[in-house]
């Protein structure tokens, strides 16, 4: 089992930028496939972007293509979201999220992080 810590959340300007951290326990984070998701009030939540085990697999939401880059330090058992030229439709609870190998699903989640994009 693995815990999740996201961190980095906050209020900026429209055009901002911000960097989420997801931290994880345990000495097995290489073994998890990794999700950044979203929820904003009143909608359900969506994929933002995901990561395979060693980083050599990206894939992104078309809302955030070329603004959010999803990346993971396995040495540092912490998966990042760097979310550049933020918009108000942004705003949401941020939530990582990690998959077991073999998995359809994500199976640990984190509490979220709020992030607040201001017009």
């Known amino acids: 089992q693995v815990q999740l810590v996201e961190s980095g959340g906050g209020l900026v300007q429209a055009g901002g930028s911000l960097r989420l951290s997801c931290a994880a326990s345990?000495?097995?984070?290489?073994?998890?496939?990794m999700g950044w998701f979203r929820q904003a009030p009143g909608k359900e939540r969506e994929s933002v972007a995901t990561?395979?085990?060693?980083?050599?697999?990206?894939g992104y939401a078309d809302s955030v293509k070329g603004r959010f880059t999803i990346s993971r330090d396995n040495a540092k058992n912490t998966v990042y979201l760097q979310m550049n030229s933020l918009k108000p439709e942004d705003t949401a609870v941020y939530y990582c999220?990690?998959?077991?190998?073999?998995?359809?699903?994500?199976?640990?989640w984190g509490q979220g992080t709020q992030v607040t994009v201001s017009s």
């Open positions: 345990g000495r097995t984070f290489i073994s998890y496939a």
């Open positions: 990561i395979s085990r060693v980083g050599a697999t990206t």
């Open positions: 999220a990690a998959k077991n190998p073999g998995s359809y699903e994500y199976d640990y």
